[in-house]
């Protein structure tokens, strides 16, 4: 698998920055693509950039504010309040945008056929199920699938983390020295973590589990 | 099947026009979704207004033009020449713009989620079949397994021509009495058809097959 030549989509967040370093261990020709949905939380998109340049992979921004007013006017872009608690409460529903990954892994593949790379990987993991239907297993199966139709010739999608939960991808993070400062979990888009949403509870847990302290900074309870 | 919410990807060239005229003949509730992709043939989508203006029928017009450099400076958006001749032939691979109809598809079924509609339809027909990718029926099929798992209820993707040749579809819309006038093809932006691209070459054919002359004006040659 060495050399070959892959696109990560990469976020900024813990998720897709364990996954680019792991590739890049792995010795395969690693291209990011990462996207700007309007989210609040564009801190995302400057650790995604500082990656890449430590790194030394190109990067690819797309910016897709443009669409955002067709997925759901949800917490992440819109102006509700977001909500605080565990991902895998009710509460979080209103963090869904509808049909992302499918969106986001699609606009992928196309910039992958012009760059003629045939493998897109991205970091979808367990912990995601609960709320998001475009993480579940299933859906990467049919993704799989469909990816093998779209073109003259069959794209490639990995999803490498399917079955691990957040924890194990903190843990395979800290295996390869990734250095968690460059990353951004928070909804919120203050300068300091939060704390105390969804995303910041799943990421403090996931560090907890492994004995280690979270590098990043977290605003004061 | 009848008063069934039914999302139409509609672009105003004849085949999603006749889709539109059949699925409101059929009684559904329909409502159409039309993309800006920075297309040269923007009387398309001028085309998909009149129709819907005519039909009273409620259009959502997405702007996708920021995403197009995603996708291959193909013909369709570049500054490329516009190929002229039959559309099965191989200069025509360059009007072929990357995984564009999956990347449609799933911004419609955002859209449809958001609306809480749970059928898409779209125009994907048999003569396209050799030069582009996703519209072969078995793109279409792994389209619809996907779009049974994007969301926590399935979607349904529906492409009833997906068997048909272009005559079929000009017959059926002569059946029911579409208004061809009000359609677009010509892929160079020029007031009139030009009469020689493959698109309006493939349409002339269509029209000549049902022994009917093409109410659109062409441009002398």
Redesign the interface.
């Known amino acids: 698998m060495n050399d070959i030549k892959t696109l990560v989509v990469l976020s900024g967040g813990i998720d897709s920055t364990v996954l680019t370093y792991d590739y890049i261990n792995a010795g395969r020709d690693v291209y990011a693509i990462s996207f700007d949905y309007g989210q609040r939380h564009n801190k995302e998109l400057e650790c995604a950039a500082i990656t890449c340049e430590k790194l030394g992979i190109p990067q690819?921004i797309?910016?897709?504010?443009?669409?955002k007013d067709?997925?759901?006017?949800s917490a992440l872009t819109g102006n509700g309040t977001v909500p605080e608690g565990h991902y895998e409460d009710a509460s979080m529903k209103s963090t869904v945008?509808?049909?992302?990954n499918?969106?986001l892994i699609?606009?992928a593949?196309?910039?992958a056929?012009?760059q003629d790379i045939n493998r897109v990987a991205y970091a979808a993991h367990g912990g995601d199920h609960a709320i998001y239907?475009?993480c579940?297993p299933?859906?990467v199966l049919?993704?799989k699938?469909?990816a093998?139709?779209?073109?003259?010739t069959p794209i490639y999608i990995e999803a490498p983390y399917l079955m691990w939960r957040k924890e194990d991808i903190v843990k395979r993070g800290i295996e390869l020295k990734v250095p968690f400062i460059d990353t951004w979990s928070c909804y919120k888009g203050d300068k300091l973590h939060c704390g105390k949403c969804g995303t910041c509870v799943e990421r403090l847990e996931a560090f907890k589990l492994n004995n280690i302290k979270d590098p990043v900074k977290y605003a004061k309870k």
């Open positions: 690819k797309v910016d897709i504010t443009e669409i067709i997925m759901y006017s945008v509808a049909n992302r499918s969106i699609n606009l593949m196309a910039y056929i012009t239907p475009d579940r299933e859906f049919a993704l699938a469909l093998a139709k779209v073109h003259y």
